[in-house]
């Protein structure tokens, strides 16, 4: 059965919420909680770099009629993507993959004699950019990065007669490891450009514009993190200055999924 998400008014590009197909009745019973050890007492923003981006953009502009001069031409840079990804051959997390998307708005004003109303066309240059990037500080990923799921790691029992496994009875572990993502803000943006005007008519008057433009970011790359060292702990009866470390989430979260 199909259910409207609601996800259509303002575009579809939010994640819509997984359907379910149907509820089924589950008894729960009373819940253990272990407290453990913390890796420090605030979870921080930590910069991992600053960034400057650069990209070259060509792009053909067709006036909806001819113009004699150009007055003015207004620029916004708007970015639909900022993401980063973990450079997977880099073991040290020193570097990542930026996926870098977005538009430069252009707002032309011209006009088509040598009087008249000025005219005023709107239109977005898209541009996009992919490069590794150096990190000053290192990406976390302290419980890891990916999540086995699917019954990957499944569990079978040998059957009654010892001659294979029972069909009736099986299991998994499956996990799933939610990450910080590493995040960008744009700090500035820069456009140098060069306007070509193209396809004139008998009386000197064009309407193409090709424009050659430098477009120049500045990005930011932050993430969460929480300090990685838990603070030691004395051990009893190890004399001054024996510190034992103790276990903390992480440590117990391996030990669950035996790796």
Known sequence: MM????CGCNGHDDCPPKMECDKVHSKSGECNITPFAVSGAEELTVVLADVVLQTQVEADIK???HATDIKSIRKN????QCKVVRNSFDPTNLTAKLFVEGYVHKNIQY?????????DYSVNVPFRCYQIVPLTLPAEYPFGEFSIKNNILERRELAADGMGADDCTTGSLHFEIFT???QCKLLFAVVDEWDLFRNHDNWGRFDKIVEKMDVVLGIKLF???????PIPTPTAGGGFGTFAQP???YDRFRNIIGR
């Open 63 to 65: 006036l909806p009629s």
């Open 77 to 80: 840079v708007k970015l639909t």
């Open 111 to 119: 006009v088509e004699d040598c009087q008249g109303w000025v005219k």
């Open 223 to 229: 993430q969460k993190q929480q300090e990685p060292t």
């Open 3 to 6: 259910k409207n998400t609601g």
């Open 180 to 182: 910080e993502p590493v």
């Open 247 to 249: 276990e903390t989430i």
